[in-house]
C-alpha cells in the first residue's frame, strides 16, 4: 500500500524550486558557451592564454560564464537546502522548461520524442517527493564512503581524458566532463553539509574543498575542449547523462537518501529517477541543436 507519509519541509521544497532556478540558468549558460567558443583556437594546457583571450573577447561566451556562474550559484545554494538525490534530479530535470522555452525563442517545432521527453521528466520529477517521509536529515554523510565514491569517480573521470578515443575524443571528454562535474556535486553537497553542521571553519579546512574545486576545473576544462573538438551534441548528451549517473547514486551511498516509505514508493522513484536521466540525455543536445539559430545569427568573436 502506499501512502504519502509526512510533507517535505519548507526548506526543502524550496531547494528543490531553487534547484530548478539553477537548471535554467546552468542550460542557458552552456547553450551561449557553445555559440561562443565554436571559432575560438582550440583549449590546451600547452597555450591556455590564448584560448582563454579569444574566449574573454567573445560577448557571447561571456553571457554564457555568468548565467552558468549564477545557475551553479544557485545550485550550491539548493544543495545546501534539499537532498543531493533529489536536487540533481531537479537540476536536470529543468530541461523540461528549458527546452519548451528555447524551442519558444527559436521558433523551433518539437518533435514527438521530444514532447514525450519533457512530459514523461514533468510528470518525474512530480512524484520524487512523494512518499519520501522525513528528508530533512540530509547533512549528514560518511567520510570513508564519500572518500571512496569520489575517488573511483574521478578515476573513471581521468581514464577517460587520458585515452585516446580517435573519432570518439569529443565523446569522451563529454563522459569526463560529466564524471568530475558529478564528484564536483557531491563534493558541494558534503562542504554544504559540513557549513550547516560546524561552521566555516569546518569548510576551509575539509578535504573536500579542494576535490570540489579541482573536479570543477577539469570539468570545465574537458566540456570545453570537448565542444571544440567534434560535435557538440554528443559532447552536451554525455556530460549531462553522465553527471547525473555520477552525483544521484551518491545522494543514497554516501548521504543516506531515502527512495522511499515502501517498495512500492522505492520502486517508483527508481524508476522516477531513471526517467530524469534518460529524459536529459535525450532533452540536453535539443536544447543546444535549438541553440544552433544563435550561432548564425550572433558572432562568436567580437
Known amino acids: 500500500m502506499l501512502t504519502g507519509g509526512s510533507a517535505m519541509s519548507a526548506g526543502v521544497l524550496a531547494g528543490l524550486g531553487v534547484a530548478l532556478l539553477a537548471s535554467l540558468g546552468l542550460n542557458t549558460g552552456f547553450l551561449l558557451q557553445h555559440s561562443g567558443i565554436v571559432a575560438a583556437p582550440a583549449l590546451s594546457l600547452r597555450r591556455p592564454r590564448e584560448a582563454l583571450r579569444s574566449f574573454v573577447t567573445s560577448r557571447t ?28 534530479a531537479f537540476v536536470a530535470g529543468g530541461l523540461a522548461l528549458a527546452v519548451p522555452i528555447a524551442a519558444l525563442g527559436f521558433h523551433h517545432r518539437l518533435e514527438r520524442p521530444e514532447r514525450v521527453g519533457v512530459i514523461a521528466m514533468a510528470l518525474a520529477l512530480a512524484l520524487l517527493p512523494l512518499g519520501l517521509g522525513n528528508v530533512d536529515q540530509h547533512h549528514h554523510f560518511d ?11 574521478c578515476a573513471v573521470g581521468l581514464g577517460l581524458v ?22 564536483a556535486d557531491t563534493a558541494i553537497k558534503a562542504l554544504t553539509s559540513l557549513q550547516s553542521t560546524g561552521g566555516l571553519d569546518n569548510v576551509i579546512l575539509s578535504p573536500w574543498l579542494p576535490i570540489a574545486v579541482l573536479a570543477t576545473f577539469g570539468g570545465f576544462a574537458c566540456f570545453q575542449r570537448g565542444l571544440q573538438t567534434g560535435r557538440p551534441l554528443p559532447v552536451i548528451a554525455f556530460m549531462t547523462a553522465v553527471t547525473n549517473l555520477a552525483s544521484i547514486p551518491a545522494g543514497f551511498v554516501a548521504f543516506g537518501d531515502p527512495l522511499g516509505l515502501a517498495p512500492g514508493w522505492v520502486a517508483i522513484h527508481v524508476c522516477a529517477f531513471v526517467v530524469v536521466i534518460a529524459a536529459a540525455y535525450l ?12 550561432e548564425a545569427a550572433t558572432p562568436a568573436r567580437v
Request: hydrophobic share 55%.
Open 61 to 88: 561566451w561571456l553571457a554564457g560564464l555568468a548565467l552558468g556562474v549564477l545557475g551553479w550559484g544557485l545550485h550550491v545554494a539548493a544543495l545546501s537546502l534539499a537532498p543531493l538525490s533529489l536536487v540533481q
Open 143 to 153: 567520510h570513508g564512503t564519500l572518500g571512496i565514491y569520489l575517488s573511483v569517480v
Open 162 to 183: 587520458l585515452g585516446h578515443g580517435g573519432r570518439r575524443r569529443a565523446q569522451l571528454l563529454g563522459l569526463a566532463a560529466g564524471a568530475f562535474y558529478g564528484a
Open 283 to 294: 532533452l540536453a543536445p535539443v536544447q543546444a541543436s535549438i541553440g544552433d539559430g544563435l
